[in-house]
T-cell receptor, first 115, second 115 residues
Framework: EAGVAQSPRYKIIEKRQSVAFWCNPI?????LYWYQQILGQGPKLLIQ????????DSQLPKDRFSAERLKGVDSTLKIQPAKLEDSAVYLC?????????????FGAGTRLSVL | AQKVTQAQTEISVVEKEDVTLDCVYE???????LFWYKQPPSGELVFLIR??????QNEISGRYSWNFQKSTSSFNFTITASQVVDSAVYFC????????????FGTGTLLAVQP
């Protein structure tokens, strides 16, 4: 079974530029999560989707971050405009609450450097 | 408030030594779940174990074992006869919030196993 796929693996941009990350969850997983992991810290939830609806986006800085999951499968996270403090690894995870006992499976992440 | 504390920032051991990673959690929920994830240099968070709040039975999986004690709000992880491949950052995490399945992570413990 294929795992959670993310791209790109690395991205370097200058502040005030925009950037987008893509995630393809494990097949059949209805729940998708985006996390931000700053160096030396644990991942922090940004947004959670159930199918194509948002369950929780309370930690998402909505003035610059946006995310969508239009068809309930793939998801895109966008930052516009980026700030220096957005430098982090952005992790995508997915889960199947019925089968996988709420275990979240993670992708390898996208490492973003904002210069 | 919900919180996970991993007081050990870094641990260095020599191969074949046993090592214990500590995790202390705080929650007012009566139903919750505890997790351990491994993050190797590749960046992907790898699921290791899930334990619910009603199951205090310790678990052993090969060289890995987990000790869950509700009385001290701890969920410690022991690696027996450590190997170089065990070198990674290990995260303890707490899931609470019922159907919303909020997952919060500790700050992680970097384990370095020297040959």
């Amino acid at each position: 079974e294929a795992g959670v796929a993310q791209s790109p693996r690395y991205k370097i941009i200058e502040k005030r530029q925009s950037v987008a990350f893509w995630c393809n969850p494990i097949s059949g997983h209805a729940t998708l999560y985006w996390y931000q992991q700053i160096l030396g810290q644990g991942p922090k939830l940004l947004i959670q989707f159930q199918n194509n609806g948002v369950v929780d986006d309370s930690q998402l800085p909505k003035d610059r971050f946006s995310a969508e999951r239009l068809k309930g499968v793939d998801s895109t996270l966008k930052i516009q405009p980026a700030k220096l403090e957005d430098s982090a690894v952005y992790l995508c995870a997915s889960s199947n609450l019925e089968l996988a006992k709420n275990i979240q499976y993670f992708g390898a992440g996208t490492r973003l450097s904002v210069l | 408030a919900q919180k996970v504390t991993q007081a050990q920032t870094e641990i260095s051991v020599v191969e074949k030594e046993d090592v214990t990673l500590d995790c202390v959690y705080e929650t007012r929920d009566t139903t919750y779940y505890l997790f351990w994830y491994k993050q190797p240099p590749s960046g992907e968070l790898v699921f290791l174990i899930r334990r619910n709040s009603f199951d205090e039975q310790n678990e052993i999986s090969g060289r890995y074992s987990w000790n869950f004690q509700k009385s001290t709000s701890s969920f410690n992880f022991t690696i027996t006869a450590s190997q170089v491949v065990d070198s990674a950052v290990y995260f303890c995490a707490l899931m609470y919030g019922g159907a919303t399945n909020k997952l919060i992570f500790g700050t992680g413990t970097l384990l370095a196993v020297q040959p």
